[in-house]
């Protein structure tokens, strides 16, 4: 069975600082995707960063980057000059496939807090 | 603006009532899903529809229903059945071959 493994309930960072979000994630499919969404206290779910499994480059996006380590079964999320407004709830995902399709399943998630 | 629409954002409902969570998109997305969350944990998948009139069961579907009966609207309704409804339920939606979901701002039910 699919799994994802976030294991930092929270975090703290201080601002213009980097931080790394771990994601550990368990499947026997040959093709998936990973994902990571943020959470702000509204509660809307927001798309940050896609990897294909693949991909042999890690996904960027702006501050956010993957850092993909398929033998480890690994996809950090890290996050470049921390700013107070990425203080919210940081979620891995992972679908089988590699478009993001059908029951996509979630970690638990990291409260990830910035400090100015 | 696309985006996907809930409603309502705070939703009471006594035991034994069945009620009906809205959610509409404007983004002509094929794909439809419904997740709850509870505090602590990640989201889980109730139910996804891929095309109209169609529509899977996911991880945690006992209690609840959907349909599909236009491409913009997947409602769920959380039945008397459901033993523990008491949740925040996000909606999504994906076009094929786009990466990545577009969520909803959520419902949070409570059970009084």
């Known amino acids: ?116 | 603006d696309g985006g996907i629409t809930q409603s309502p954002k705070y939703l009471f409902r006594k035991e034994g009532q069945n009620v009906t969570l809205s959610c509409e998109q404007n983004l002509n997305h094929d794909a439809m899903y419904w997740y709850r969350q509870d505090p602590g944990q990640g989201l889980r998948l109730i139910y996804y529809s891929q095309i109209v009139n169609d529509f899977q069961k996911g991880d945690i579907a006992e209690g609840y229903s959907v349909s599909r009966e236009k491409k913009e609207s997947f409602p769920l309704t959380v039945t008397s059945a459901q033993k523990n409804p008491t949740a925040f339920y996000l909606c999504a939606s994906s076009r094929q071959g786009v990466y990545g979901y577009t969520f909803g701002s959520g419902t949070r039910l409570t059970v009084v």
Do not use: H
């Open chain 1, 1 to 116: 069975a699919q799994k994802i493994t976030q294991t930092q309930p929270g975090m703290f960072v201080q601002e213009k600082e980097a931080v790394t979000l771990d994601c550990t994630y368990d499947t026997s499919d040959q093709s998936y995707g990973l994902f990571w969404y943020k959470q702000p206290s509204s509660g809307e779910m927001i798309f940050l960063i896609y990897q294909g499994s693949y991909d042999e480059q890690n996904a960027t996006e702006g501050r956010y980057s993957l850092n993909f380590q398929k033998a480890r079964k690994s996809a950090n999320l890290v996050i470049s000059a921390s700013q107070l407004g990425d203080s919210a709830m940081y979620f891995c995902a992972m679908s089988p496939g590699e478009t993001g399709g059908f029951k996509t399943i979630f970690g638990a998630g990291t409260r990830l807090f910035v400090k100015a």
